[in-house]
């Protein structure tokens, strides 16, 4: 069975159990619906229901049936909330690390600048990990001001760096 990644747990939010999420889907509205229950990872912290799903100052807060409280809410930080692949609706936005890996790195003018190496889960943004053509790593946040286009059929993914930023040295 193939999981998909719909959010990761953040820290607890309030005293009655809630926690905030890293959302990992263009359709939290649909993916969060209360009495929805969640697979995770690792497996021993779910199986997870849904109690309450609210936006508090941008920010998904949701709670769970099997967390009451802020000590509970704390012991699930950093699980990942998944669904079955075959429920995934095709998120034209949604990308996972298997499909990105291997892709071709180039910029807006269509020149090499490397091949994705790896796809870094990161609590602000995720960075896309570059080996480029002269072998050293660079990073790229995967945003979409800075990464315009993914094409998984076409084997690319197109750049808009700014200026110094591959340039950086290796940390």
Do not use: C
Not at 26 to 37: K, L, S
Not at 60 to 85: K, M, N, V, Y
């Amino acid at each position: 069975m193939n999981d998909v990644v719909v959010a990761r747990i953040g820290k607890p939010h309030g005293l009655k159990g809630e926690v905030t999420v890293r959302v990992h889907t263009d359709a939290p509205d649909q993916r969060f619906v209360v009495g929805e229950t969640f697979r995770t990872d690792p497996a021993a912290k779910g199986p997870l229901t849904l109690r309450t799903h609210r936006v508090h100052n941008g920010i998904h807060l949701l709670a769970f049936d099997e967390a009451a409280d802020r000590t509970a809410a704390e012991g699930l930080r950093g699980t990942q909330l998944l669904i079955d692949a075959q429920d995934d609706d095709g998120e034209d936005d949604a990308w996972y690390a298997d499909d990105l890996i291997g892709l071709s790195v180039v910029d807006t003018d269509g020149a090499q600048l490397g091949t994705v190496v790896e796809l870094h889960d990161r609590p602000a943004q995720d960075l896309l990990e570059v080996r480029l053509v002269s072998g050293r790593i660079g990073y790229v946040p995967f945003v979409e001001q800075l990464v315009p286009e993914v094409d998984i059929d076409g084997g690319r993914i197109v750049v808009d760096p700014p200026p110094g930023l591959l340039d950086l040295p290796e940390s």
